[in-house]
């Protein structure tokens, strides 16, 4: 092993082709002061010889060495063509990308612990003692070659689609809102796209090719209009499943409607903790088959109090008789239900609420029944969604969609980290 302080000094600093001409110590942070050894370049243009014209001192922020902020010093050259051609700056990417205040080492691990670890932009800074821009930069740099590798997701057989609240923005706090598009069956996120509208979705898988398309055949959603409009327009194969969750949601939703209705039309005031149907509000949401023989009493009871006409009691059989359309495994069996229960729920002794349920299930009917045809769900599209929530949170609220996107897709969109250490970022 070679005794020459400065071979050793090389060693640690572990960068190839660079000699290390100073390290300071600061008591606050580490600093080492490096230069090439590669070979004289030629001029891009005329491929002649060049003279270095001057040096400037860079300053990358690097890994932390001995528990201490680092910071590397490179001696960056600027070479000039002896015939005239101009001048340009030597570029060494296992230094430093381009246009970056960062070391490509540092980068590299700073994208793996905001992408991958999910750790927050700030926290990381810290660690490596820089400003947040610096980090952001490098994780947008790197992270955006690793979502746009086009092996990172293959066929897909199920898609789904969810909103998610991005930020509020301006004096009025005006909603910004993100799609996700997802793959239901691998629980991968494919990308995200700005609103909520159909427009984004639609631009989004006209940009895939028509022969991935065609391999969907299950189309998830919840009951919403623009996204039942970008499967009808993008996915016309593919059958639509109305997700089971959502719609009991809006059973119970009806069923809340109902309740409060009837609470100002009796005692002509919003609930209050002594209503009787302000006390049935938690009873009344709760699964029947869930409820023990004294809680299904007290409901009843509650309802005998509060409910003088039975509005709110049809309303949560409606409710429950919704429920009970997914304990059918048959698929033709619940077909016959669905008709049945659609043509009861819009007669017209019921509650306006349970006829309102009854218009919205009788446009949804088709999407309704598939699952019992697939049984795929919106669920893992829900689970995603908490995940970027999550990258959400951990950053107190994210402004900018570009680093909501790379953050989100790096984090759920599960990229081939093995790449990391190979591409080169743009």
């Given amino acids: ?119 927050s932009v700030a926290e990381v800074a810290a660690d490596l003692g820089c400003g947040w821009h610096t980090v952001m930069d490098a994780v947008v740099a790197y992270g955006q070659v690793l979502i746009d590798d086009p092996g990172r997701f293959g066929d897909v057989n199920a898609l789904g689609l969810d909103e998610t609240l991005r930020c509020r923005l301006g004096p009025w706090r005006r909603q910004r809102w993100t799609t996700q598009i997802v793959d239901v069956r691998q629980g991968q996120l494919l990308d995200v796209v700005e609103g909520r509208t159909a427009q984004g979705p639609i631009a989004w898988l006209a940009g895939q090719p028509q022969q991935w398309r065609d391999r969907i055949q299950w189309a998830t959603l919840d009951l919403s209009g623009p996204y039942r409009k970008v499967f009808d327009t993008m996915l016309p194969g593919a059958v639509q499943i109305a997700d089971p969750f959502h719609v009991i949601k809006l059973a119970n939703t009806k069923l809340d409607e109902c309740r409060r209705r009837v609470q100002n039309e009796t005692l002509g005031h919003r609930g209050r903790k002594d209503d009787p149907l302000y006390r049935a509000r938690r009873l009344l949401t709760k699964a029947h088959e869930r409820l023990d023989e004294r809680g299904d009493a007290r409901l009843r009871g509650l309802l005998r109090a509060g409910d003088p006409r039975g509005d709110v009691q049809m309303t949560w059989h409606a409710k429950e008789t919704v429920r009970s359309l997914y304990d059918i495994d048959d698929c033709d069996l619940a077909c016959e239900y669905i008709d049945q229960l659609i043509d009861d729920l819009q007669d017209d002794s019921m509650p ?65 980290w093995d790449l990391l250490a190979t591409l080169t970022p743009r």
């Avoid at 600027?78 to 700056?89: N, P």
């Fill in 1 to 119: 092993m070679s005794s020459d302080p400065i071979a050793m000094c090389e060693l640690l600093v572990g960068l190839g082709d660079v000699t290390v001409l100073d390290v300071t110590d600061t008591g606050d942070v580490l600093r080492v002061t490096v230069e090439t050894r590669a070979g004289r370049p030629s001029c891009s243009r005329c491929q002649g010889p060049v003279v270095v014209k001057d040096r400037r001192l860079v300053e990358l922020t690097d890994l932390p060495c001995f528990g201490a902020p680092a910071v590397l010093v490179w001696r960056k050259a600027r070479w000039r063509c002896r015939r005239g051609c101009g001048s340009f700056t030597e570029h060494a990417p296992h230094i430093a990308a381009a246009r970056l205040r960062i070391t490509d080492r540092a980068a590299r691990w700073a994208t793996v612990q905001v992408g991958r670890h999910g750790r």
């Fill in 352 to 416: 306006p609420e349970v006829r309102s349920l009854g218009r919205t299930l009788a446009r949804w009917r088709n999407q309704i029944v598939a699952w019992h045809r697939a049984r795929v769900s919106n669920g893992p599209t829900e689970a995603v969604n908490n995940l970027v929530k999550r990258v959400k949170r951990v950053a107190f609220g994210i402004t900018n969609f570009r680093n909501y996107r790379i953050r989100a897709l790096l984090y759920t969109g599960k990229p081939n």
